[in-house]
């Protein structure tokens, strides 16, 4: 399937490493240009040089004028964005009953706010040009919240919603606004959450991965890749009346619909 991506500029958020790496490279392979992006710059680069019409850029979304930074770079380099891909690193692990008003803030400041930040630069041009692609790597706490992971439940939540209301406002113009929702894939992250809950439990990380396992239908964590091929297809020219939609890449792990 051609997904009527070559040429297209993709701004790819925290895409040093995971699951933002993994679109990435994804959307290269269709032949995107693509910005790479994370505070290890270095990285950043390093995977830029591997993939075709790509650049690395080091970017810290959290600095107070990160998100301003990182749209003037993409579009110094390549032009106009037009593929969002809105990713960042998750909260600290806690349960709800603990938070702190401070914490409430931390993860609203880390999951909401750059994105809203980003959007306000990139979103204008989508729409006066007819076409544009906004995808939220986001969680599948947002369809069932996830035990001691609250901020994080919290956060990506009040993101999510925002993007719905949003994805209704520009659809008419062209531009489409999804999230897509991991699983357990093999990713740093993933293998430090093992690490927390073996530390909680006394397990060891293999047997925490094991008990997840025989929660997943699959039987195994899903591969990054998988999950980059799901959202470069999100973002491409077939996906064109899709919006407005979390979909789940997590091997039936959530048993809903």
């Known amino acids: 399937m051609d997904l009527g991506l070559t040429g297209r500029v993709a701004l790819v958020c ?24 994370g505070r290890r710059g270095e990285r950043a680069r390093e995977i830029a040089a591997e993939l075709p019409g790509a650049i690395g850029v080091q970017a810290d979304l959290l600095a107070e004028d990160g998100p301003e930074r990182l749209h003037a770079a993409a579009t110094e380099a390549f032009g106009p964005v037009e593929i969002l891909v809105l990713n960042g690193p998750g909260p600290k692990p806690g349960g709800a009953a603990g938070m702190s008003s401070g ?70 113009d062209g531009v489409t606004v999804n999230l897509l929702l991991p699983g357990r894939i093999s990713t740093d992250r993933v293998a430090e959450l093992d690490a927390a809950a073996a530390g909680r439990t006394g397990m060891t990380p293999e047997e925490v991965e094991a008990k997840a396992r025989q929660g997943i239908p699959i039987g195994r964590y899903g591969r990054p890749e998988e999950f980059g091929a799901v959202a470069a297809f999100l973002c491409g020219v077939p996906a064109s009346y899709v919006t407005g939609t979390a979909l789940r890449c997590d091997g039936g792990l959530v048993r809903t619909l």
């Open 14 to 37: 925290a895409s040093t490493g995971g699951l933002g790496e993994a679109t990435a490279r994804a959307l290269a392979a269709e032949g995107a240009r693509v910005v790479v992006s």
């Open 103 to 172: 914490d409430v803030r931390q993860a609203v400041d880390a999951l909401v706010l750059p994105q809203q930040r980003l959007l306000s630069l990139a979103l204008p041009g989508m729409r006066d040009r007819g076409w544009g692609r906004v995808l939220a790597i986001a969680s599948s706490g947002v369809a069932a919240p996830l035990a001691n992971l609250a901020l994080s439940n919290l956060g990506r939540a009040a993101l999510a919603a925002y993007l719905k209301t949003l994805a209704a406002e520009v659809a008419a």
